[in-house]
């Protein structure tokens, strides 16, 4: 059964690969001496790649696909969730036309809810939930 990757980078899709394929990551080119100078695949702040699709299981032939500007991909089966921290209070707080009674009410409820998820993700046996690399 075909598989479905999620790509992202200069552009968002999907790609279904054919069960036969194979699929590789890295530099559009490997870098070489006279390319050291220039920013390439594996420089600080240019992590983009290349994501290559060959039909059967030879890398050397049968290209059927090639993406450049690749930040990163994962397959669609494998699940994540992105874990988003809450604003803090005090950002909260001063959007809002509170006294300083409903300001400490605020502040406390939602402290309780922050410690509540911490505690739950540690009962959690598998732990909290890993991010995409």
């Not at 220039?38 to 090639?66: D, F, H, M, Q, W």
């Not at 809002?96 to 046996?125: H, I, P, Y």
């Amino acid at each position: 059964m075909p598989r479905k990757l999620i790509v992202w980078g200069e552009k968002d899709f999907t790609v279904e690969i054919p069960d036969d394929a194979k699929v590789t990551f890295g530099p559009f080119s490997p870098p070489t001496a006279a390319s050291s100078t220039k920013p390439s695949y594996g420089v600080a702040g240019s992590r983009s790649g290349t994501l290559r699709i060959y039909k059967g299981t030879k890398t050397t032939e049968n290209v059927i696909a090639v993406f450049a500007g690749v930040d990163g991909f994962r397959d669609e089966s494998l699940p994540f969730e992105e874990v988003v921290p809450p604003p803090p209070v005090t950002e909260i707080i001063s959007y809002g036309s509170l006294n300083d009674e409903q300001k400490e009410e605020l502040a406390s409820l939602v402290a309780k809810q922050f410690a509540d998820r911490a505690m739950a993700e540690m009962d959690d046996d598998e732990g909290p939930t890993p991010g995409p690399f």
